[in-house]
């Protein structure tokens, strides 16, 4: 079997994940880490036994396709402002590219790099890690069998502590809530009805992280409202200001109510109420959740999400269900709740 060689750019809190599930994979090579923190990349790299680099160009020319051809995929970890660059350079350089959530802030920038990636046949993934939780693979069972009859109203909750923004990660003013947090709630709404937003009303919360962090533009938190095409209506609740005394970084927690059932999901409890008119039923989820150590091995929704862009390497599947062509909506619908909350206005979504 011959090993896709693999490096991971943005070696932060993510990925370090990366790296770490890459080097359980039998079929990668990793190769190298790239980090703008020389020490946080060579410090990592140490670790693997791997090669260290602080700039993405360098890397690019020296391992990718038109180098020495030893990497052909990478995962993109860099802050959320921070992805448009670094995976242009990856794929004008011939490099398939496994990119955290969200894609780009911008539409055009997501657009351009999607046009890149489709001109050169390369892989351009986002990682929608959260469409691998078997809780929401039963919520996309249920939905796409019409268990609960015609969708009518979803509620998405998402909530992180103010720790996050404050001291987990220093670039929360160049990102949103909605961009940081609810990519994913997007994301699995977007795929779960297989349609599209057609308008789109927000609201912004400002005043507490900028008074604690003292950084002008820094965002409590959105509320949006959302109508789909079809007629569905989602409210979006995305913010991180949750109190020290909360005990995890975040937590979420989703309502879906259909015509003919209607299921309540919380995050962290792992816990799904279904209420049919026949029956009510409370199912616990258990076994890895998003990313759980098993045998000495990172296991769960990444590890599955990173293995479907493996096998996309691999097989050349370049359009698969997490491509950041078939997720371009979901960069679309972060930009209009944005707009929306920043104008005040009703945003009527084109296309
Ligand atoms: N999939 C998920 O569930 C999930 C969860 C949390 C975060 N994320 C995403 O992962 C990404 C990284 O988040 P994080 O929490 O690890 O952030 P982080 O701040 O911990 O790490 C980012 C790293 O990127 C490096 N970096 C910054 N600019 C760079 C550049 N131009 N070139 C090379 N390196 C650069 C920084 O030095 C830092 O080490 C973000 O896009 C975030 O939204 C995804």
């Known amino acids: 079997m011959s090993k896709t060689g693999v490096a991971v750019i943005g070696v932060g809190i993510l990925g370090s994940r990366h790296t770490r599930v890459y080097s359980e994979q039998k079929d990668v090579d990793l190769v190298a880490v ?9 410090d990592l790299a140490a670790k693997y036994g791997i090669k260290a680099f602080s700039d993405t ?12 051809g030893q990497v052909q995929a990478v995962s993109v970890a860099t802050p959320d402002h921070a992805h448009y660059e670094i995976v242009k350079e990856c794929l004008v350089g011939g490099l398939d590219v496994f990119v955290e959530k969200p894609l780009a802030i911008s539409v055009e920038e997501a657009k351009s790099l999607i046009a890149l990636a489709r001109e050169d046949a390369r892989v351009l993934i986002v990682n929608y890690s959260q469409r691998w939780l078997p809780e929401h693979q039963r919520v996309e069972e249920l939905i796409h069998r019409k268990l609960l009859g015609d ?3 979803i509620e998405s909750h998402r909530w992180d502590a103010a720790w996050v923004p404050e001291r987990m990660i220093s670039w929360g003013a160049k990102t949103t809530p909605i961009h940081f947090m609810s990519s994913h709630d997007i994301d699995l709404i977007t795929f779960w009805l297989e349609d599209k937003v057609e308008t789109v009303q927000a609201m912004v919360r400002k005043g507490f992280l900028e008074r604690e962090t003292k950084n002008p533009g820094m965002i409590d938190g959105i509320v949006a409202l959302l109508r789909f095409r079809h007629g569905v209506v989602v409210s979006l609740h995305s913010s991180w200001i949750l109190p020290d005394s909360f005990p995890l970084a975040a937590d979420t927690y989703l309502e879906v109510l259909g015509s003919d059932g209607a299921l309540f999901l919380g995050g962290s409890t792992r816990e799904m109420k279904l209420y049919k008119n026949e029956f009510a039923e409370r199912i616990a989820f258990s076994g890895p959740a998003t990313a759980t150590e098993v045998n ?17 390497v691999q097989t050349r599947q370049l359009e698969g269900p997490a491509s950041a062509a078939r997720t371009l909506h979901v960069v679309e619908i972060q930009d209009a709740i944005v707009r929306a909350a920043e104008t005040g206005t009703t945003i009527h979504m084109k296309g």
């Not at 790239?34 to 060579?42: F, H, I, L, S, T």
């Not at 590890?303 to 096998?311: G, H």
């Open 34 to 42: 790239v980090d703008a923190d020389e020490k946080k990349a060579r």
């Open 57 to 68: 160009k360098e890397f690019v020319q020296t391992l990718g396709p038109k180098g020495t």
């Open 296 to 312: 000495g091995r990172l296991e769960g929704a990444f590890t599955n999400s990173l293995r479907s862009f493996l096998e996309s």
């Open 151 to 153: 969708v009518s109203i």
